[in-house]
C-alpha cells in the first residue's frame, strides 16, 4: 500500500534506518524466522555454530552501530556465549535485540545487559550497571553511589540537614549475613564533577513493588502464564535496585541515550520493537526535519482572514458587494 501522511512516510523511513529492512529482507530471502523450516526452505542455524556465522552476515551494521570504544570483536565475544540461550528465538528478534544493544554501546554480557528469551522472542535488557555506564559516559558524572541497605545496618536520612549530614551509611558487610538482615532499602546519588552532590535516591520494598506491579507487563504476562520467569521474578533485588537508579536519572543532569535507554527497556517489556527508540543520529535528524516540515505545512493551511474594511474615505476604502456586482454586469453590457 502507497505511503500517503507524513506521519506515515516518517515512520517508514525511521524504521529502515533502524534496521527494520534488514530484519524483513532477511525474513524474506532466508526465511529464517520458521526454525522448524515448515514454511520454506531456510532452518535456524544449530546455535553452536551456524548461529554466530550468520550473525556476521550483519557485521558491517555492527561496527556501524558500536561507538568507537567498542570494537566488533569484542562485542562478537560476548555475543557468542549468549546464543545458544537464544536457540528458541527468531533469528529476526534476536538481530533486532543484538542491535539495540550495540547501538549503545552496552556488551551483552549478564554485567552491563542482557538478551533473553521469552518465547521465541529475543529482548535486550540492560542491567543497572548498564544505566550506569551511560551516566558516566554524559560527562557530567563522576561517580555513583549505590547500594542495599540491610535492616541491621546504621543509616539516617534528613532531607534538611546540611550536607553530608542529609543522609550517611555505614555498611557492614563484615557482619554474618543473619545479623546484616534482610535489604530494606535501595539507595542511589551521584557525585558530579565539579563538586556537590545529587539528591539521595531512597526505594523501600513496597516502592519497588508498586513499580513492578503497576509498570511491567512482563511481570504481568508471567504471572498470567504461571511461568513466573520475568526478571522481577528472578532477580527481584537487581530490579529493585534498577528501578533506584532510574529514579536517580531523573535528578541527575545526564544525557539523551540515558533517556532513551529507559524507553528502550519500557518496549521490551510491553513486547514492542526496541530498535526504534534506541540511539540514531540520522533517524532522530529525519524526524526533527519531518516534524518542522509538518507545522509549516500546518500553518500554510491556515485560512487568510481579510482584515475588516476601514470606515471612512480614502482610496483604500472597500467597495460594499452590490456595488462590486452591479459594475461586473455594466462591464459585460458594455462589451
Do not use: W
Given at each position: 500500500m502507497t505511503t500517503t501522511t507524513l506521519k506515515d512516510r516518517v515512520r517508514d523511513a525511521a524504521l529502515r534506518s533502524a534496521g527494520r529492512g534488514i530484519l524483513d529482507q532477511d525474513r524474506h530471502e532466508q526465511a529464517?524466522?520458521?526454525?522448524t523450516g515448515e514454511q520454506g526452505q531456510g532452518h535456524e542455524p544449530d546455535p553452536s555454530d551456524g548461529a554466530l556465522d550468520w550473525l556476521r552476515r550483519y557485521e558491517e551494521h555492527f561496527a556501524e552501530a558500536l561507538p568507537s570504544h567498542l570494537e566488533t570483536g569484542a562485542f562478537f565475544a560476548a555475543v557468542r556465549a549468549v546464543l545458544p540461550s537464544l536457540s528458541r528465538c527468531t533469528p529476526a528478534s534476536k538481530l533486532q535485540a543484538?542491535?539495540?544493544c550495540a547501538r549503545f554501546g552496552l556488551v551483552p554480557d549478564g554485567k552491563q545487559a542482557v538478551i533473553t528469551a521469552s518465547g521465541t522472542t529475543a529482548t535486550f535488557i540492560p542491567t543497572y550497571?548498564?544505566?550506569?555506564?551511560l551516566m558516566h559516559r554524559s560527562g557530567r558524572v563522576e561517580s555513583i553511589h549505590f547500594g542495599m541497605i540491610h535492616e541491621g545496618e546504621e543509616w539516617s536520612s534528613e532531607p534538611s540537614a546540611p550536607y553530608p549530614l542529609d543522609f550517611t551509611y555505614k555498611a557492614r558487610p563484615d557482619l554474618p549475613k543473619a545479623q546484616r538482615g534482610a535489604p530494606i532499602l535501595a539507595y542511589a546519588f551521584a557525585r558530579m564533577k565539579g563538586g556537590g552532590r545529587s539528591q539521595v535516591v531512597l526505594l523501600n520494598r513496597e516502592d519497588a513493588e508498586q513499580i513492578r506491579d503497576e509498570y511491567s507487563e512482563a511481570y504481568q504476562r508471567a504471572e498470567g502464564t504461571g511461568k513466573r520467569d520475568s526478571y522481577w521474578h528472578t532477580h527481584f533485588t537487581d530490579m529493585w535496585l534498577k528501578s533506584a537508579i532510574r529514579r536517580l536519572e531523573k535528578v541527575v543532569p545526564t544525557s539523551a541515550e540515558v533517556r532513551a535507554l529507559g524507553a528502550v527497556e519500557d518496549a521490551g517489556d510491553a513486547g514492542r520493537p526496541q530498535i526504534l527508540h534506541a540511539p540514531d543520529t540520522e533517524a532522530a535528524g529525519l524526524v526533527?526535519?519531518?516534524?518542522r516540515a509538518h507545522r509549516a505545512a500546518e500553518a500554510s493551511q491556515e485560512p487568510n482572514v481579510r482584515p475588516l474594511p476601514v470606515k471612512g474615505g480614502g482610496r483604500g476604502r472597500s467597495k460594499p458587494k452590490k456595488n462590486r456586482a452591479a459594475g461586473r454586469a455594466s462591464r459585460r453590457r458594455a462589451a
Open positions: 529464517l524466522d520458521d526454525p543484538l542491535l539495540t550497571r548498564g544505566y550506569i555506564e526533527e526535519e519531518a516534524v
